[in-house]
């Protein structure tokens, strides 16, 4: 089954730094992997995806991901945080069958920028 | 990228009760999804709704506590019933599209269950 883990519940950076969100994956065939973010009160956010082709995708907010394929990692990164960035990050893949096409998501990562 | 509408945005209900939610979705779609996320948790999928079908049910979700309706390709509601406090959560819908691998969520729908 496919899966993606979390280590991390939370992440503590000051504005200005990098920030980085760890997530691993495990998963059979070709992996497809997501980034979300959950701000308080509100829905999910897409931030970007890895399908197929360069290993680092860009996505919106300033955010980028690298995927590595020998270490199972899909890392979310930000050269400079930001105190709006302070969110729950959600790393997710896909999961399809014959009959179904869904994600499954990580336990989740609390990211707090500090001013 | 799809727009949808979730509704009610909030609700504070009494035990023993049921409450329906609904997603609209501003295009046709093939496949929504509807998922739990409870109190500093993750997302958890309840079940997949497809046009002209019925749901598929995760493990640990039944159809008597969570019937799905998907009456067309732009709408779908999600009751929960006979509720309890444990039903405490944000319920939310999603829309999935294959052909670029774009899944998009509602606003969510946060219950309290008192």
């Known amino acids: 089954a496919q899966s993606v883990a979390q280590p991390e519940d939370q992440v503590n950076v000051a504005e200005g730094n990098p920030l980085t969100v760890k997530c691993t994956y495990s998963?059979?065939?070709?992996?497809?992997l997501f980034w979300y973010v959950q701000y308080p009160n509100r829905g999910l956010q897409f931030l970007l995806k890895?399908?197929?082709?360069?290993?680092l995708v860009k996505g919106s907010y300033g955010f980028e991901a690298e995927f590595n394929k020998s270490q199972t990692s899909f890392h979310l990164k930000k050269p400079s945080a930001l105190v709006s960035d302070s969110a729950l990050y959600f790393c997710?893949?896909?999961?399809?069958?014959?009959?179904?096409?869904?994600?499954?998501f990580g336990t989740g990562t609390r990211l707090q920028v500090f001013p | 990228s799809a727009v949808i509408s979730q509704k009610p945005s909030r609700d504070i209900c009494q035990r023993g009760t049921s409450l329906t939610i609904q997603c609209q979705v501003d295009?046709?779609?093939?496949?929504m999804f509807w998922y739990r996320q409870q109190p500093g948790q993750s997302l958890t999928l309840i079940a997949t709704?497809?046009?002209?079908?019925?749901?598929?049910?995760e493990s640990g979700f039944v159809i008597d506590k969570f019937p799905i309706s998907r009456p067309n390709l732009t709408f779908s509601t999600l009751t929960v019933s006979n509720m309890s406090p444990e039903d405490s959560s944000i319920y939310l819908c999603?829309?999935?599209?294959?052909?670029?691998?774009?899944?998009?969520f509602g606003s969510g729908t946060r219950l309290t269950v008192v």
């Open positions: 295009s046709q779609v093939t496949m």
């Open positions: 999603s829309v999935g599209r294959p052909s670029n691998y774009g899944y998009t």
């Open positions: 997710a893949v896909r999961d399809w069958t014959y009959n179904t096409d869904k994600l499954i």
């Open positions: 890895y399908i197929t082709g360069d290993n």
């Open positions: 998963v059979s065939g070709n992996p497809y």
């Open positions: 709704a497809n046009q002209g079908s019925e749901a598929t049910y």
